[in-house]
């Protein structure tokens, strides 16, 4: 199911697979999840359901908002 949620992730349903992440303790699922959001967030991609985001999702992403790489 995890293989499913990956191949077919997009804007209408990543928050949904994002939750469901959070649910079935699947880690992979989770960062693909959030790196896909973190990326809509930096082009200022629409997201469907985005105000059902699990807490601990927006909390990351909030965090990662704010880091930035110093090379």
């Not at 499913?4 to 949904?16: D, Q």
């Not at 960062?31 to 991609?45: A, D, G, R, W, Y």
């Amino acid at each position: 199911m995890e293989e499913l949620c990956i191949e077919n992730l997009s804007i209408s349903n990543a928050t949904l697979f994002a939750n469901a992440s959070m649910i079935a303790e699947s880690d992979k699922l989770k960062n693909i999840c959030l790196e896909f959001l973190s990326k809509c967030m930096e082009t200022h991609t629409s997201v469907k359901n985005v105000d059902i985001l699990d807490a601990e999702i927006e909390e990351i992403l909030f965090r990662e908002s704010f880091e930035t790489i110093l090379e």
